[in-house]
């Protein structure tokens, strides 16, 4: 169950999945830009696509916002990227 609060190692976790988040999108907003993904492997993509996506499953099966929250933004930078990989190669 999500608590309605949010007590300080929620806080904390909140914290580091920004961070962590946040260190992809200079490589999703680059892919963007240049339209150029020739350098980023296919498979690191699809298998970090698949973690952050059991991540966040596990997060909802805890109840864990921080979890839910950091994880769920990084699938989506991370299947961006991957579409752009898959459409420009």
């Known amino acids: 169950m999500i608590e309605p609060y949010m007590d300080t190692v929620t ?4 914290l ?3 961070f ?3 260190s992809f999108a200079p490589q999703a907003i680059k892919a963007w830009r ?8 296919f498979a690191m993509l699809l298998l970090l696509l ?14 864990d ?3 839910i929250v950091a994880n769920g933004a990084t699938a989506v ?3 961006f990227t991957l579409a752009l990989k898959a459409q420009n190669g």
């Open 50 to 63: 698949a973690g952050v996506l059991l991540w966040f499953v596990y997060g909802v099966a805890r109840g």
């Open 77 to 79: 930078l991370v299947a």
């Open 16 to 18: 580091a999945g920004t």
């Open 65 to 67: 916002i921080a979890i």
């Open 11 to 14: 806080v904390l976790g909140l």
């Open 34 to 41: 240049s339209r150029s993904t020739a350098d980023l492997s």
């Open 20 to 22: 962590t988040t946040l």
